[in-house]
């Protein structure tokens, strides 16, 4: 698991070996360590360059300084962890820290988990935006269980398909006067998609009885762009 981890996180060292034949239980956990706002304050922390890859796909200098440690909450048994604090050289971003429940994880590992989280999270932000994830209101676990992995794989499914009617190339991208993108998002390929079905309904197939009204070209041009964009 990686995580962020709270500053006042209460962090200890491993318990000392109990001596043969003391009785009680044995100790979850030694003496505390320094805090983690300690170990930021201090002025000989040693910090450790290390470059690792960053969004966008760009590659980033940080300091970081790592250390394994017993994260303890009253009432719950100890958790082993490595936390990883990680500063900015350039000043530009401000200072966090990181866990990782595998002791034997690095920090240039941990820091790429923590960067490969990104496209989850936004993933499912896309999705219950969109999709209506974790919206649903059902009172069954197995409602939950069952619709909750046939939304994301709707969420993929739309993907695919707007890549394909792309074919491989640009997805459209709303410009407006408030808010300008420079990259699709899910909102523009479910609209794609949306634009692709309601065309197929409407401009191919023949229907049984005439059934029509003349409408400007263009007035049905900007239904067919605009009612995706808005439903």
């Keep these: 698991m990686v995580s962020r981890l709270r500053w006042d996180a209460a962090l200890y060292h491993p318990p000392s070996p109990q001596p043969a034949g003391k009785r009680g239980p044995k100790p979850m956990k030694g003496t505390r360590q320094r805090s983690l706002q300690g170990w930021a304050e201090r002025s000989d922390t040693p910090w450790e360059t290390i470059e690792v890859d960053w969004y966008g796909g760009k590659r980033k200098l940080l300091w970081v300084f790592s250390r394994t440690a017993l ?8 958790v082993a962890l490595r936390y990883v604090l990680v500063c900015d050289p350039e000043g530009k971003l401000r200072m966090e820290v990181f866990f990782c429940t595998d002791l034997d994880a690095t920090p240039a590992q941990i820091l ?3 960067v490969m989280r990104w496209s989850v999270e936004v993933t499912f932000e896309e999705a219950r935006a969109h999709l209506g994830l974790e919206t649903q209101r059902q009172w069954s676990d197995q409602a939950i269980a069952r619709t909750t992995p046939i939304r994301l794989a709707l969420f993929s499914l739309v993907t695919v398909l707007a890549w394909q009617l792309s074919q491989g190339g640009h997805i459209p991208v709303p410009v407006t006067a408030w808010y300008r993108k420079t990259e699709p998002t899910f909102a523009d390929c479910l609209a794609l998609v949306r634009s692709h079905l309601w065309r197929a309904r409407y401009l191919v197939n023949s229907t049984p009885e005439a059934e029509w009204m003349q409408l400007p070209r263009e007035a049905l041009e900007l239904l067919i762009h605009g009612f995706p964009l808005a439903a």
């Design 71 to 78: 994260w303890y909450t009253p009432g719950l048994p100890p």
């Design 112 to 114: 790429q988990w923590v």
